[in-house]
């Protein structure tokens, strides 16, 4: 989603960005008054948004084939007051964590960014009586299926695949090159709803090659071999919280010579089950695991002295 910043408003109009759902102009023009009309204008196109994606209106910008095209500096002093009544008396329930804020255009005039976040308390009334969606860039009246769900989507949690961290590698060097490399990467996940999630489930399958078997918090929870990856299932079995964030694994992983091939073509996979449905990411393990934030090249390693001995030998046998 764009932020509400100046940098997203000179984004808006260097990349040409299009109005749709998420993203909205408004002339000034709108709200060189602050009347019923505009009231009604405004709680419409707000709460629309916010039982939808959520999304960013800019207050003060014109748009030609819904392309920005000019700006229009807001002239009604009481512009910015009147959009933070609109949200606190016209729109039924109130939307949270909504940022309504001033974005600076010369040293004297100024439009309005409005940041509408996708609501947990969705669906919210318009002051005219009616519930909104956005449609393009229109504001349609809901159905009633959809005014349904957008209740239910208050009571079901979403967990998400948040992060992996402590991607940098730790050498163990030979002669200014490395003899092998660890990494210790940490999965995370998140609840991004305003509900508890009571347990889910994450597993990782990592290059059964790379992976150190004797490294116990992970090989506790080891559940099978499938495709020359090792698969590991934990299981969380206390309350994730809203937005709360969790660590449910640390990996230990060692690249050197002999495994590079299976670093550089492997892939680490998580899968995360939780009761309202599963999430999957997929990393390339070279470009996950970093060392100084560059890709690891099979040439930065330093070669056994037992395999290039093992390779002379083979070279110097009869054909």
Same mark, same amino acid.
């Given at each position: 989603?764009?932020?509400? /910043?100046?940098?997203?408003? +000179? ?7 299009? *109005? ?12 060189? !008054? ?9 709680? /419409? ?17 014109? +748009? ?10 807001? !002239? ?27 974005? +600076?255009? $010369? ?18 009334? $318009? ?8 449609? *393009?860039?229109? !504001? ?10 957008? #209740? ?50 994450? *597993? ?24 020359? $990856? $090792? ?18 694994? *640390? ?6 010579? !002999? ?23 997929? #990393? ?36």
């Amino acid at each position: 989603m764009i932020p509400n /910043t100046a940098q997203a408003l +000179a984004d808006v109009f260097e990349f040409r960005v299009k *109005e749709n759902a998420q993203l909205a102009f408004v002339p000034a023009g709108e709200i060189a !008054q602050c009347g019923e009309k505009q009231q009604i204008f405004f709680a /419409t196109l707000i709460s629309a948004m916010a039982n939808g994606q959520g999304g960013n209106i800019f207050v003060g910008v014109a +748009a030609a084939r819904k392309i920005a095209k000019q700006i229009t500096p807001i !002239q009604n002093e009481n512009a910015l007051e009147f959009l933070h009544i609109v949200c606190k008396t016209a729109i039924f329930p109130e939307i949270p964590n909504i940022s309504i804020e001033k974005i +600076a255009v $010369s040293e004297t005039d100024y439009i309005i960014g409005i940041h509408i976040p996708q609501s947990a308390k969705a669906p919210h009334l $318009s002051s005219n009586y009616h519930y909104y969606k956005r449609v *393009e860039t229109k !504001q349609v009246l809901m159905e009633e299926y959809e005014i349904r769900n957008a #209740y239910e989507r208050g009571n079901r949690s979403e967990v998400e695949l948040y992060s992996v961290l402590n991607t940098n590698g730790l050498p163990i060097m030979a002669g200014g090159k490395f003899n092998a490399i660890n990494f210790y990467p940490r999965f995370s996940v998140k609840n991004t709803s305003a509900c508890v999630e009571r347990f889910f489930k994450v *597993e990782i399958s990592l290059p059964s090659a790379l992976v150190n078997a004797n490294f116990d918090s992970l090989q506790n929870h080891f559940s099978r071999f499938e495709n020359g $990856s $090792s698969i590991f299932s934990i299981f969380h079995k206390t309350p994730l919280f809203q937005h709360e964030l969790a660590t449910v694994a *640390e990996a230990h992983i060692i690249v050197n010579a !002999q495994n590079y091939n299976t670093f550089a073509e492997g892939e680490i996979a998580l899968t995360l089950f939780f009761s309202n449905g599963t999430h999957t990411r997929t #990393y390339r393990c070279k470009e996950l695991l970093l060392y100084k934030n560059k890709q690891i090249e099979y040439a930065d390693f330093t070669v056994e002295q037992a395999v290039i001995e093992n390779a002379s030998q083979q070279s110097a046998l009869p054909l």
